[in-house]
């Protein structure tokens, strides 16, 4: 259990985020999760998972917090992030893994042996890998990643009181166009090995 460790990746759309922790958490040997916790959680608690996936970060948030879906809905918002903050507990108490997003940090805030991380890149970039990934023309997808974005951070700042990008709610916030996914998830690596004593 003392040697058990986990790792959290905030990350902008179209940093890279998600492909950048799977290759960490390859590189690792450590388990990786990210929209499979909506599974779990659905499984654990009896709920439909369409539950879950409409409270998601980036489908039911806005700049202004919960939307109308949860006036329809008998499950509030907050309870479906108590049972998905629960499963985050569970599992990093099992063995050492790697989140992505679901304010895992502040989830995980409790656990000293931690590493929390933002992923940006620059909007260029950005736009290039989401239009070339939805096969849609730049001004769309700046105009879904914005979107996305203002989801993300709408979620992370109301359940945590904390600021979604900001460096001072992170151990290391890193600019993946610096050096692409690959060189970036060895520096990740890196720093995580010697953060907990792995070399």
């Known amino acids: 259990m003392k040697d058990l460790f986990c790792i959290t990746i905030g990350r902008e759309l179209g940093s890279g985020g998600r492909k950048i922790g799977g290759l960490v958490a390859k590189k690792l040997g450590i388990s990786f999760y990210d929209k499979e916790l909506l599974s779990i959680a659905s499984k654990e608690s009896g709920l439909e998972k369409d539950f879950f996936e409409k409270a998601d970060e980036r489908q039911a ?49 409790d656990v000293s042996r ?6 940006t890149a620059d909007e260029v970039d950005r736009i290039t890998k989401v239009a070339e990934k939805l096969d849609i023309p730049r001004d769309k ?38 050096m692409g996914s ?8 890196d720093i995580a090995k010697r953060r907990f004593g792995l070399i």
């Open 114 to 119: 931690r590493l929390d991380i933002f992923i």
């Open 182 to 189: 690959e060189a970036t998830a060895n520096l990740i690596v």
């Open 61 to 109: 948030w806005s700049l202004f917090g919960i939307t109308e879906y949860y006036s329809l809905n008998p499950i509030s918002g907050e309870s479906l992030f108590v049972i998905q903050s629960d499963v985050i507990k569970r599992l990093a108490s099992e063995k050492s893994c790697l989140f992505v997003g679901r304010c895992a940090d502040y989830v995980l805030s």
């Open 141 to 178: 997808a700046k105009s879904i990643i914005e979107k996305t974005d203002r989801q993300r951070k709408s979620y992370y700042n109301y359940f945590t009181n904390k600021h979604w990008g900001r460096a001072d709610s992170y151990h290391l916030t890193i600019n993946s166009s610096l």
